[in-house]
């Protein structure tokens, strides 16, 4: 059974960083395409960023792109997302996902097929 959990989320003030971990059990890492998605409150779901299982290649919601950055951990079977510069709209439930999706789906959530929980990271001062 495959099963991912979050951690790392808290409240920081802006321009602060954070790093969240999600903890892939069940499965390896490098099985899937695994992405980051975020909930703030009264808004839809939404694409953070991905990694691709085969190449290591990343990509980025517009917004976060060079403040952001996702990486994966082999031997520990974890994907990171290192948030910095962080501004009060980052804040949101932070969800990490993984799917055997295609590139031109990585964005869509409709492809991910295990959530973890969700850890919240606020941004304010």
């Known amino acids: 059974q495959v099963q991912l959990v979050e951690s790392g989320g808290g409240l920081v003030l802006p321009g602060d960083s954070l790093r969240l971990s999600c903890a892939v059990t069940?499965?390896?890492?490098?099985?899937?395409?695994m992405a980051w998605f975020r909930q703030a409150p009264g808004k839809e779901r939404e694409f953070v960023g991905a990694?691709?299982?085969?190449?290591?290649?990343?990509y980025y919601k517009d917004s976060v792109q060079g403040r952001f950055t996702i990486s994966r951990d082999n031997a520990k079977n974890t994907v990171d997302l290192q948030m910095n510069s962080l501004k009060p709209e980052d804040s949101a439930v932070y969800y990490c996902?993984?799917?055997?999706?295609?590139?031109?789906?990585?964005?869509?959530?409709?492809?991910?097929?295990?959530w973890g929980q969700g850890t919240r990271v606020t941004v304010s001062s």
């Open positions: 996902a993984a799917g055997l999706v295609v590139l031109s789906g990585i964005r869509d959530e409709s492809g991910y097929r295990h």
């Open positions: 990694i691709r299982r085969s190449g290591g290649h990343t």
């Open positions: 069940g499965t390896s890492v490098r099985s899937y395409e």
